[in-house]
């Protein structure tokens, strides 16, 4: 009988979970709000992947959880992001030596060997700016949809500038540029880039070497992406489904058991 | 009036000082975390035979744990260095996120370094020497090569430092040591943020995070 592995990844924002084979291919993938209660989530995701696959719970051979929410899953070992975001990323791109992953609550920096390995990381501490939250907050204060940010900047002519150092404040700036008749687009480049300035900011601590690739729920904002790539000054990969990859490294870290 | 002359021994010798032709946690397993240091008379009672005495009493239990190879952390995997303070208000809760994976902080930075003998008869002198010498007071080299030497000579497979609120001088350059010192010797450092008094500076989820990629990554398990 074939064996498959999941990997949980329950965030503060969202929960994901990704299914493989022994091949270490992807079976299934989904993901959905967290809300407050992660486990539930990820338990529906994982029953949802397996009833698509026409697999029954007994065919699993391993679970790896990982995110905020791992201790409360039951996965036979809970992993840090950070090893699962490398894991991944190593598998789906070699030559990757640096990973900027911006989530829910979390922005990371991980420097990573060719197997995976991490030589150095460094995350944002005790604060929301540059991360999805700030650009969550930026789109409540322009009354657009968070997944609209990314075509917005996209018709730019010009970026409102916007410190990084604090979401709340970050807003009134934001309602003050309203306030002097700026147009949304400019705003929402602003705030693009304010996440990315923030971010490279970090990143100085572990520095930057390619192949540089871009990984989160943020990574799908095109804005976020040319701000990333323009002022690390490479080019930026996105992953084609950003936001599940600490899930697949949790996966490959359950199939490696 | 007080009177330096009044307090200080003719001859002071702290625990470090008697120890380090023959230093213990050099040994494998360790039979000291640092953390266990961190609860002694570190920085209080100095220069006082009362201290000198409970040091010679640790240094024998401590050579007692060698002779019977009894380890500080069962099972030692790891050997890590310490710099700075403690978080004292998280003291054992933090240190056992490493104990419980095995590591050992076989040496620091933090309480050795109040260890400083006094020349008799200049008190004046001598104090300004030892609180102008000591490491707290010390430039970026300095606390460079110092870090880089314990690491080399205690053959320490990893570092931690603890970014502290309430001492700024010393916590901001810690960054910039870090990868200097990770430059140096191929050796993994991680910085921890918190505070040596204060708890609402200590976020639990956020250092534990941190500690398991920081101790994941030394384990390597790929």
Redesign the interface.
């Known amino acids: 009988m074939r064996s498959y592995f999941v990997g949980v990844d329950i965030g503060s924002l969202t929960t994901k979970a990704v299914l493989i084979d022994e091949q270490r291919l992807i079976i299934g993938q989904s993901f959905s709000r967290s809300g407050f209660a992660g486990k539930e989530v990820a338990l529906r995701l994982v029953g949802g992947l397996l009833a698509k696959a026409g697999l029954e719970p007994g065919q699993v051979s391993a679970t790896v959880s990982t995110g905020?929410g791992r201790i409360t899953y039951p996965a036979e070992r809970e992993?840090?992001?950070?090893?699962c975001q490398a894991?991944a990323i190593a598998h789906l791109f070699p030559g990757a030596r640096t990973v900027i992953d911006i989530g829910g609550q979390d922005s990371k920096v991980i420097k990573i060997l060719q197997?995976?390995?991490?030589?150095?990381?460094a995350?944002n501490?005790?604060c929301a700016a540059g991360t999805g939250r700030f650009l969550e907050v930026m789109a409540q204060a322009l009354e657009v949809r968070v997944e609209d940010l990314g075509r917005l900047s996209g018709e730019a002519r010009e970026s409102c500038p916007i410190s990084s150092t604090c979401t709340v404040f970050a807003e009134s700036e934001v309602i003050s540029h309203i306030a002097r008749g700026a147009k949304k687009s400019d705003i929402v480049a602003g705030a693009c880039e304010a996440v990315a300035a923030r971010v490279i900011t970090m990143a100085g601590?572990v520095g930057i070497e390619p192949d540089l690739i871009f990984t989160g729920g943020v990574a799908h904002n095109a804005g976020v992406v040319k701000a990333l790539s323009k002022k690390a000054g490479l080019p930026v990969t996105v992953p084609p489904e950003p936001e599940v990859t600490a899930a697949l490294g949790a996966a490959l870290?359950a199939a490696?058991m | 009036m007080w009177r330096a002359t009044e307090r200080l021994p003719p001859r002071r010798r702290s625990w470090t000082s008697a120890a380090s032709a023959w230093c213990p946690t050099r040994r494998r397993p360790s039979p000291l975390n640092a953390v266990d240091l961190f609860i002694q008379l570190v920085v209080v009672l100095r220069g006082t035979p009362q201290s000198a005495a409970y040091y010679r009493v640790l240094l024998d239990e401590v050579k007692e744990r060698v002779r019977k190879g009894q380890a500080a952390v069962e099972g030692e995997k790891y050997r890590l260095l310490w710099d700075n303070i403690a978080i004292w208000s998280h003291l054992y809760r933090f240190f056992s996120l490493f104990s419980q994976r095995g590591a050992c902080f076989v040496v620091d930075t933090y309480a050795g370094g109040w260890s400083t003998d006094l020349a008799p008869g200049k008190p004046m002198e001598s104090l300004a020497r030892a609180y102008t010498g000591i490491f707290l007071n010390r430039g970026l080299p300095y606390r460079v090569n110092q870090m880089v030497d314990l690491i080399r000579e205690f053959e320490v497979d990893g570092f931690v430092m603890h970014s502290n609120r309430s001492c700024k001088p010393y916590s901001l350059v810690q960054e910039e040591i870090r990868r200097l010192v990770m430059q140096k010797t191929g050796v993994p450092g991680l910085l921890v943020e918190a505070d040596m008094a204060d708890p609402r500076a200590y976020a639990e989820e956020i250092v534990r995070n941190r500690v398991q990629a920081f101790m994941e990554s030394l384990a390597a398990v790929y």
């Open positions: 905020y992993m840090s992001e950070i090893s894991r197997n995976g390995r991490v030589l150095d990381f995350m501490d005790k601590r870290f490696a």
